[in-house]
């Protein structure tokens, strides 16, 4: 009795045919009669021999037919965030129409980039990574296509996203233009937990850029340092709104309007202020980021500075796919703006 593997030279020796025959079995079945190409499998089968190796097959055509999606975060998280959910549905759309398969690899986890160098992919999407990540000299050093979505932005890379700093700056203008001069902000911190691991990793750049892009414009139209409240969230979620916006409105001058870096914070402060007994627009506005599914379908319905990610999430799907076929690819740059709903208003007058 062998326990050896079988292989395609075993099935072609116990079913009196050629290597070739097999592998059209399998792979090109229009070659083949009906009944040969039955009986092949059977014999297969009985063997326990389930096909051609797949890593095999896609070196000798030369293509995967798999995109890698390279995300900061772990794969726990990538089916949380409810913007990031938004951005891989618009990669599956373009690769289930294409064909291909999309592959996610966490940054978090391959810290020596040895997850990146064994891929079997024909791209790369790399998705908010800093520039100095490990990651990303791995990507390089692969030499395959690759396409840049939020950051990092590299010479040469083909990249799609907004300019988070200059989107930012459009909360700030909404809040100050109502007449908002006491200003909360609900921020992530540099090294951000990831639930439900241990592991810690470097806040999405996104991030980090739309906190100054809201801090400079307030300070171009004349807030005070110290009418500007930070206060960090422990992690992207919502429960962590939750707890940063009770540390907000619990201060002896809380704000009068509070931008959250992500629609997902901005829903914890929403709920932080209900439960406070704190009206929102009333007493107190609150502005978000993302624009996602939940933002329209909120109490109040939360205004947020509105970016297509499911739509970005296609255009880099798009252009990884136009890569491939040595197409030549533009940048994508995005442009955000304000969709005002019910959650911010002029302060009341005294505040």
């Not at 791209?123 to 840049?148: G, K, N, T, Y």
């Not at 592991?199 to 892009?213: D, H």
Request: some cysteine; overall charge negative.
């Amino acid at each position: 009795m062998t326990t050896s593997r079988p292989t395609l030279d075993t099935v072609a020796e116990a079913a009196g045919v050629s290597r070739m025959t097999v592998s059209n079995a399998y792979n090109r079945p229009d070659q083949l009669s009906a009944t040969t190409r039955e009986r092949v499998l059977a014999i297969a089968a009985g063997l326990g021999y389930g096909g051609p190796d797949p890593a095999g097959r896609s070196l000798r055509r030369g293509r995967a037919g798999t995109v890698g999606v390279l995300l900061t975060e772990n794969l726990t998280y990538a089916f949380t965030d409810p913007g990031l959910v938004q951005f891989l549905r618009g990669v599956a759309d373009e690769m289930s129409a294409a064909g291909m398969a999309m592959l996610l690899l966490p940054a978090d986890a391959d810290r020596d980039g040895a997850l990146v160098r064994s891929a079997i992919v024909d791209a790369f999407i790399v998705c908010s990574i800093w520039e100095d990540d490990p990651v990303v000299q791995a990507v390089r050093s692969r030499r395959l296509p690759f396409v840049s979505s939020g950051s990092p932005r590299l010479s040469g890379v083909p990249y799609v996203g907004i300019d988070n700093a200059a989107a930012a700056a459009l909360a700030a203008d909404h809040l100050l233009g109502l007449g908002h001069r006491h200003l909360g902000l609900v921020a992530l911190p540099e090294d951000m937990p990831i639930e439900p691991s241990d592991s810690v990793v470097k806040v999405r750049r996104g991030f980090a850029q739309r906190v100054v892009g809201f801090l400079e414009r307030a300070s171009d139209a004349g807030v005070e340092p110290e009418s500007v409240t930070i206060v960090d969230a422990d992690t992207n979620s919502t429960d962590a709104g939750i707890l940063a916006a009770r540390e907000l409105l619990s201060r002896k001058r809380p704000p009068t309007a509070v931008f959250a870096v992500s629609d997902v914070l901005a829903l914890g402060v929403l709920s932080a202020a209900a439960e406070l007994g704190i009206d929102v627009p009333g007493i107190l506005s609150v502005i978000g980021f993302d624009d996602i599914d939940e933002a329209a379908h909120s109490r109040p319905p939360l205004t947020t500075v509105a970016q297509d990610l499911r739509e970005q999430g296609r255009t880099a799907a798009r252009m990884a796919l136009g890569l491939i076929e040595h197409s030549k690819v533009r940048n994508a740059p995005r442009t955000a703006h304000v969709m005002v709903r019910e959650s911010t208003a002029a302060p009341r007058r005294g505040r």
